[in-house]
């Protein structure tokens, strides 16, 4: 099973660039989500998905956009790079039903973002 | 909105000791939580989860975790620090399944406690 796959691994953007992080998952999960690490930090929400068609902001929304087109995609958009993005992004999935024995998120490997 | 507040941002123990990482959370109402275990340059690995069953949880690599109701804590322990533990830990709690309008299996972070293994 691959689980939660992103592409790239690693980019460098120059300010103002627009880039996609691709997340796909096969374990026919509703719920997907987008996290950035920075250090000390932990993680922080920037958008989740709840089934196809469906998104919504998580805690850090501004400056990405997100789509929800098939189960499987979650695509996250940086339209205008800028310094303040350069961070550890994660994709992540689960069923997130009303069992909570379902609500464990499955993450991919990240994707390094630098911003220069 | 939950919130997670892990004491320690370092850990150091030798190895052969005991490992004791802290996490408390908000809610008044019981949410499921989680530890998450992250490698040097690896994605989240699920270390173990309470979903209000057992309070005494047992995981993969010898950790458990104890869910404590009156003191709003998940802290994560292992009886004897081994040099592969030496990792980032993250202690994540979701919405209370109780709450009306919660999302269940959105996931709410703590800052992390980075685990130092000393031979």
């Known amino acids: 099973n691959a689980g939660v796959t992103q592409t790239p691994k690693f980019r460098i953007l120059k300010i103002g660039q627009s880039m996609t992080l691709q997340c796909t998952q096969d374990m026919n999960h509703n719920y997907m989500y987008w996290y950035r690490q920075d250090p000390g930090m932990g993680l922080k929400l920037i958008y989740y998905?709840?089934?196809?068609?469906?998104?919504d902001k998580g805690e850090v929304p501004n400056g990405y956009n997100v789509s929800r087109s098939t189960t499987e995609d979650f695509p996250l958009r940086l339209e205008l790079a800028a310094p303040s993005q350069t961070s550890v992004y994660f994709c992540?999935?689960?069923?997130?039903?009303?069992?909570?024995?379902?609500?464990?998120?499955?993450f991919g490997q990240g994707t390094r973002l630098t911003v220069v | 909105a939950q919130s997670v507040t892990q004491l320690g941002s370092h850990v150091s123990v030798s190895e052969g000791a005991l490992v004791l990482l802290r996490c408390n959370y908000s809610s008044s109402v019981p949410p499921y939580l989680f530890w998450y275990v992250q490698y040097p340059n690896q994605g989240l690995q699920l270390l173990l989860k309470y979903t209000s069953a057992a309070t005494l949880v047992k995981g993969i690599n010898g950790f458990e975790a104890e869910f404590k109701k009156s003191e709003t804590s998940f802290h994560l322990t292992k009886p004897s620090a081994h040099m592969s533990d030496a990792a980032e830990y993250f202690c994540?709690?979701?919405?209370?399944?109780?709450?009306?309008?919660?999302?269940?299996?959105?996931?709410?972070f703590g800052r992390g406690t980075q685990l130092t293994v000393w031979p």
């Open positions: 992540a999935s689960s069923y997130g039903t009303g069992s909570g024995m379902n609500t464990e998120a499955f």
């Open positions: 998905s709840v089934g196809a068609g469906i998104t």
């Open positions: 994540a709690v979701t919405d209370s399944p109780y709450d009306r309008g919660s999302t269940l299996g959105r996931l709410y």
